[in-house]
Structures are given as structure tokens and as C-alpha cells.
């Protein structure tokens, strides 16, 4: 029995697998973009002959039934889902065999109602279980979230609780494959190790020493937000995405063509890197970078899939993979990218916007001028790292709303910093689409600020 892993970064920290005997492969928790699996079958000499779903997946869009259409292998979901679509519905007590491979369900709930863990034993070997694929119930050092059901989330938690305990009368030399690695907002705080054993976990897994009483206190409190399409995609993958290979590729867009697309029904979404925006971007895009942020995760989080898309890209050879990282979380709406970036909008002489970027050393010659709001946008956990003084702390997911809470006075500059910077070009291009226009970004951000300090930093209110 071969496990090969599939791994999605982004802010998503998806793991997905094949598992392939002689002649046969089975895929847990599909990605949406399949065609790997079937690369990968190929590659191994082996036909997929079924797809295991441990539950409804919130922060990613799964491939679970274009990959069962594209290769005929049965689809397993669990029974408590009750899908509508063509599936075989499986909860605890079923047994599922394909050649030397058992796999035994385990009704495990807690982080979803519906959710089940599958226990693998190659027969080939012996007669007791080798793994199992646990889904978002247990991650190495850590357990999933149980609040995205906020009018049961103790409830959840509780089941949580017991699930952990079925989980942990596994023996302690089977390993544990979980769906989700570090980076996650599934959880709360995974290890970036991506996968353990039982043993391991009973012994270095804090959460579970707890009391039930204390599990669950620990669950329902300090647990990050969850994004905005958490519940966008568990309704997706509940009725089942639109194949990716019926979407079209976006196509290349010359100036005029973008010009007279853009409006306030569709977002001009700029992925090169934030301090090429900052220099000069198309007024009142937003700034995601495409390569030094979690770009799928702030776009599930901060794009409305119901308006359409316009790329500002640095190469055509990206769209593919801008695309797909778009895709993953349900933003499908990609009309077209603009040829040669901004090099070609501004050789046509179409205007521009641009903001400042600024170095510690001259954040930290203004640090005490009144006509400055040094503004945070990363989240409450990372201010335990320290946070720099006098400034105000506004997550940026927040920021959508809770902009009105910042002077939107011309003489007032607003100073962003994030993590490294980008999440602050992204925060200033929301400003920006909402009259903001006296805005720099410290470049390098908080990391940038540290290394150049060198000393302990005082905390903000």
C-alpha cells in the first residue's frame, strides 16, 4: 500500500492523497483541480476505483464529483451529508474493500455534524489497521474548529470531544493522515509537521490531556474568524462546483477591451508584487500579491464571487496558476488579464494611482508627528509578537467595515503595516476604493521593523 501526498498552500493548507495497491487507487478529500490524481494514477499503474469524502470542506472547493465523473470510481460521502448527487453514502460500521486494502468508517463529529474518518488495513501485511485519514477531526498537535456552526458550537465541541477518544483506541503505531497541515484556519494552531501517529499524538498533543470540560473551553475560545467563504464553499461542495475543465481560461485583454469592462459589477484584481502596485497601479484595484501572501485565502475571504474578474498580471504564463489559485475558493467569475501589466495601460496614457512605500528608518523618524495614524492590519494573534507604538490595531478583513473609524482627513497620512508587507498594499487598496488617498505602506511590515529595531518593542493601545 503506497500513500502518495498532495499539498495546497495559500492559506489553505490542504493535503489530499492517493493510496494505491496492486492494481487499484483510492483518493481522499479531492482538490478541485483533479487532474493530478490522474497524472499521478497513471504515473503508478493504477486505475482509481474510489473517492473518500471525510465531510464538507469550508475553505476550499472540492473535486470529489468531476473526479468520479472523469474516471468512473465510486464515490463514498458520509450518510449524514444526504446528498443529492450520485454517491454511496457510508457511516460508522461500514466496511469498504478494494483488493488487500479494508478501510473501516468511523463516525467521527464535531468540527462538522456529518464528518467520518476512514481506517485503513492492508490485509497483505496483517490483520491490524497501518492508517488513518482523519480529516479536519484530529491534525498533528492539534484538533479542528467546532464554532463554523455558531448555534451548535458547543454541541460540536463536545462531539469533538468524543471523537477524539474513538480516534485514540486506534493502536498507537497507526499514522495519522489529517486534510489540513499549518496555515490553516481550520484549527488553531497545527504543526507544520503533516502527519503523525496515534502514539504521538496521545503523547504531544496538549488538547488531548484536557477534561471534556476543559477541551471545550479551550475550543470555544481565542479560535481565529473564519473568512467569509467558509460557508460559500461548504454549500458548494454540498451541491457540487462546476466542473473546472467546462470554465474557460481568461483571455488576454487589450487596453481598450479592459477599459470599457471596468465598472462597479466587476473587481480589477492586481497579483504582481505589492510594492510594484504601490508605485503605480490602476485606480481603485485591489492589491493581492500573487507570490509573498496566501493568496487564495484573502481571495475567498475578500472578493465577492458574484462580480467578475479583470487581471493585472506580470506574465501571461501565470494566468493558469492565478486562475486555479482563484478557482480553489469559488471565485470562478475570470473575464481576462490585461497584455504586458501596466506597461501597456500607461504607454496608452490612461491614468494611474499611486501611494508611498516607506522604510523603517523614516517610519521611525515620524513616529511622533501628529499628522500620521500608523495603522496594524494583522490579526489579534500576531500581536503577541509586539506591535509597534502608537499604533491602532484593525485586522484587515475588518477594515471593510470598520474603515469609518479612520480620519479620512487629506492633511492625516495613514502609515499600513502587515506581517512583510503585502497584506498592507492590500489593505490600502481597500482604503483606497473607499475615498481613502493620503496612505503609505511600510515596506517589510512588522518583520521589516523588528530586524531593523533589534530591540524589544513597546505595545500599542
Known amino acids: 500500500m503506497l500513500i502518495e501526498r498532495f499539498f ?200 488531548l490531556s484536557l477534561s471534556e470540560e476543559d477541551f471545550i473551553k479551550s475550543l470555544l475560545e481565542g479560535m481565529p474568524p473564519a473568512p467569509d467563504h467558509f460557508k460559500r464553499c461548504s454549500k458548494i461542495n454540498e451541491e457540487g462546483a462546476m466542473f473546472l475543465s467546462k470554465l474557460s481560461s481568461p483571455k488576454p485583454l487589450s487596453v481598450k477591451e479592459f477599459e470599457n469592462l471596468i465598472d462597479d459589477d466587476r473587481i480589477v484584481l492586481d497579483t504582481r508584487h505589492y510594492l510594484t502596485w504601490i508605485g503605480g497601479h490602476i485606480p481603485n484595484s485591489l492589491s493581492m500579491d500573487y507570490k509573498f501572501m496566501p493568496f487564495s485565502l484573502f481571495a475567498g475571504w475578500i472578493l465577492d464571487p458574484e462580480k467578475e474578474i479583470l487581471l493585472v498580471i506580470d506574465n501571461s504564463n501565470e494566468v493558469d496558476d492565478i486562475a486555479i489559485k482563484l478557482r480553489r475558493v469559488g471565485i470562478d467569475n475570470i473575464v481576462g488579464y490585461i497584455e504586458n501589466h501596466t506597461f501597456s495601460w500607461t504607454k496608452a496614457g490612461k491614468p494611474i494611482k499611486s501611494f508611498k512605500a516607506i522604510s523603517p528608518d523614516t517610519l521611525e523618524e515620524r513616529l511622533n508627528d501628529e499628522n500620521i495614524l500608523l495603522l496594524d492590519v494583522r490579526s489579534k494573534s500576531e500581536l503577541r509578537s509586539g506591535q509597534i507604538e502608537n499604533s491602532i490595531n484593525i485586522p484587515l478583513p475588518e477594515l471593510r467595515e470598520r474603515y469609518i473609524e479612520l480620519d479620512k482627513d487629506k492633511d492625516k497620512e495613514i502609515i499600513i503595516y502587515c506581517g512583510l508587507g503585502p497584506r498592507g498594499a492590500l489593505a490600502a487598496s481597500l482604503l483606497e476604493k473607499v475615498g481613502f488617498e493620503n496612505i503609505s505602506v511600510l515596506a517589510g511590515g512588522f518583520t521589516g521593523w523588528s530586524n531593523y529595531k533589534k530591540s524589544p518593542l513597546v505595545c500599542g493601545r
Open 8 to 207: 495546497v498552500g495559500d492559506g489553505i493548507s490542504h493535503i489530499s492523497y492517493l493510496v494505491a495497491g496492486q492494481t487499484k487507487a483510492i483518493v481522499i478529500d479531492p482538490k478541485r483541480d483533479v487532474n493530478d490524481y490522474i497524472r499521478k494514477a497513471k504515473e503508478l499503474g493504477v486505475e482509481i476505483e474510489a473517492i473518500l469524502v471525510t465531510h464538507l470542506h469550508a475553505d476550499f472547493i472540492g473535486g470529489h464529483y468531476e473526479l468520479s465523473e472523469k474516471t468512473g470510481a465510486k464515490l463514498y460521502l458520509p450518510a449524514k451529508q444526504e446528498s443529492k448527487r450520485a454517491h454511496i453514502p457510508v457511516q460508522e460500521g461500514d466496511i469498504i474493500q478494494i483488493e488487500n486494502i479494508k478501510i473501516d468508517v468511523l463516525d467521527t463529529p464535531g468540527h462538522t455534524p456529518e464528518h467520518v474518518s476512514y481506517v485503513f488495513t492492508d490485509l497483505s501485511r496483517g490483520e491490524e489497521p497501518v492508517a488513518v485519514f482523519t480529516g479536519d477531526t484530529l491534525f498533528v498537535g492539534d484538533v479542528g474548529r467546532p464554532d463554523l456552526f455558531p448555534d451548535k458550537k458547543e454541541e460540536l465541541a463536545k462531539a469533538l470531544y468524543n471523537s477524539l477518544q474513538k480516534l485514540m483506541g486506534l493502536p498507537d503505531f497507526v499514522e495519522v493522515y489529517p486534510a489540513h497541515g499549518a496555515g490553516t484556519l481550520c484549527g488553531k494552531a497545527l504543526s507544520t509537521k503533516r502527519s503523525s501517529t496515534i502514539g504521538y499524538e496521545k503523547r504531544f498533543n496538549k488538547l
